[in-house]
């Protein structure tokens, strides 16, 4: 079991992907944007996710650049992507955290090898 935060702005899609993360048994938090991360980080200094599912497209930012924001507290926590983005600049700024991303939508057990990839750091297929 794992500690996973999940940073998505649509609840519909948090709830799903925290849904598909309960069969694996994983402690599960959520949050919609940079604010609500902040936010969590200054209201329980100790709290530090195992790792952190995150959509690139946020209302306060990208994916990417708090992605770096939290490895200034949360160092080296993994990471992967679930976002709609699938071409482009925006895969290769994700490309280039080293962070594995996820198409949506997603089958749910894609999701759940990313994660567990991500958590024994076997990193993206791709």
């Known amino acids: 079991m794992a500690r996973v935060l999940i940073v998505e702005d649509d609840v519909e899609v948090r709830d799903w992907i925290a849904h598909c993360m309960l069969h694996d048994g994983h402690e599960l938090r959520g949050v919609t944007d940079g604010r609500q991360l902040r936010a ?54 994700i490309a280039g955290t080293g962070a594995e991303h996820v198409k949506k939508p997603f089958n749910p057990d894609d999701l759940r090898a990313a994660a567990r990839r991500a958590l024994v750091g076997g990193g993206s297929p791709e």
């Open 40 to 93: 969590l980080r200054a209201g329980e200094p100790d709290y530090r996710p195992d790792l952190v599912l995150m959509d690139y497209a946020l209302p306060d930012t990208n994916g990417v650049d708090l992605l770096a924001e939290l490895h200034g507290f949360w160092p080296d926590v993994p990471s992967v992507f679930v976002t709609v983005q699938w071409t482009g600049a925006i895969i290769e700024r």
